[in-house]
């Protein structure tokens, strides 16, 4: 990670979209709960969350768009996604979600893990414009096609939404599908590039502003060249 979980600052709030492992993890909570001022979880999921020694106060648990208020004229609102859920033997005992985070003139979505379904236009139709779509572009796979978006599919999901920018997530960080690491966002480039796509790539952790956005896309090429030599 580009940051360890206990060097964090103390955090407003951390949003979770479900309760895969590779999402919400055991040791990492443990690290970053007693400076998080608020959990914002799907229905179903603060039960682990106060069994991990969360307090309730902390915990706030939203169904499909509900919303609550954050300090700083912030909102946040739970919205559908196509996904599942899961821990151990246990699956879809709890939701899922995207999230709409609004602060005063800034207005963000949040894909979390989705995949492709007719749900975007409605989103924005209740909530957007935006001037960011973060939306899951890797990990995926002909038998996985409901529930993790491909690049293509991503561009079509952007392509629903009034969003200013694209921001990809969910690829180059857990090896979880049989595409190479540097796939994803290859794609992306070569649709955002035939579409016209306001795309944005940065490395993990990196800060940016709405008045400063990355105006490299390639960063990661370096990786792919060592990649493909091992």
């Known amino acids: ?120 236009e409605e989103i924005d139709e209740k909530l957007g414009p935006f001037d960011m779509a973060i939306l899951p572009v890797g990990a995926y796979n002909d038998a996985w096609h409901d529930i993790h978006m491909n690049p293509e599919e991503a561009a079509k999901a952007f392509g629903q939404m009034r969003a200013e920018k694209l921001l990809p997530i969910h690829w180059g960080t857990f090896d979880l599908a049989l595409h190479s690491w540097y796939e994803p966002i290859q794609d992306l480039i070569k649709y955002s590039e035939k579409q016209n796509l306001p795309l944005i790539t940065l490395p993990q952790g990196r800060w940016f502003s709405k008045s400063d956005y990355p105006k490299d896309v390639y960063w990661w090429k370096p990786y792919s060249k060592e990649l493909s030599q091992k």
């Open 1 to 120: 990670p580009p940051i360890l979980a206990e060097d964090l600052p103390d955090l407003e709030a951390v949003i979770y979209s479900h309760d895969h492992y590779d999402h919400l993890d055991y040791e990492t909570v443990l690290k970053i709960k007693d400076k998080t001022k608020f959990f914002y979880v799907p229905l179903g999921v603060a039960a682990t969350l106060l069994k991990w020694g969360v307090q309730q106060t902390q915990i706030r648990e939203l169904s499909w768009w509900d919303q609550a208020n954050q300090e700083y004229d912030i909102t946040i609102t739970a919205t559908p996604a196509r996904h599942f859920s899961g821990r151990l033997l246990s699956q879809n005992n709890t939701f899922w979600a995207s999230w709409v985070i609004k602060w005063g003139n800034e207005n963000v979505y949040f894909g979390g893990d989705t995949g492709i379904f007719d749900g975007f």
